[in-house]
């Protein structure tokens, strides 16, 4: 069965960091692309960044310079280190895996984690 579990959300102030796991099946995690997306309240999903099986990584404009998408292959594991937090980056953070290139975007995969809740607020 395909897990992705995701940790490490919370509620931190403007500026502040968070850095979010999520810990995948073996199988799922050695053969895919992964990714992250958000969504916020009233907002649709959106992805954030995403990290190839070779570890090249793209982000959406909003993060960039302040995000830094990662994985473990030892640990099954990729992280998202959020530092200089606004509060525009409130949302809840789902971890995807299996993320292919369409002919202009990322197209999200099958596997999706269960989200995990990010508060920026003073």
């Known amino acids: 069965q395909v897990q992705l579990v995701e940790s490490g959300g919370g509620l931190v102030q403007p500026g502040g960091s968070l850095r979010l796991s999520c810990a995948a099946s073996g199988s799922i995690f050695r053969l895919n692309n992964m990714g992250w997306y958000r969504q916020a309240p009233g907002k649709q999903r959106e992805l954030v960044a995403v990290?190839?099986?070779?570890?090249?990584?793209t982000y959406v404009d909003s993060v960039k310079g302040r995000f830094t998408i990662s994985r473990d292959n030892a640990k099954n594991t990729v992280y998202l280190q959020m530092n200089s937090l606004k509060p525009e980056d409130t949302a809840v953070y789902y971890c995807?895996?299996?993320?292919?290139?369409?002919?202009?975007?990322?197209?999200?995969?099958?596997?999706w984690g269960q989200g995990t809740q990010v508060s920026v607020s003073a």
């Open positions: 995807n895996a299996g993320l292919r290139r369409g002919l202009t975007r990322w197209l999200s995969g099958d596997y």
């Open positions: 990290i190839t099986l070779g570890g090249t990584a």
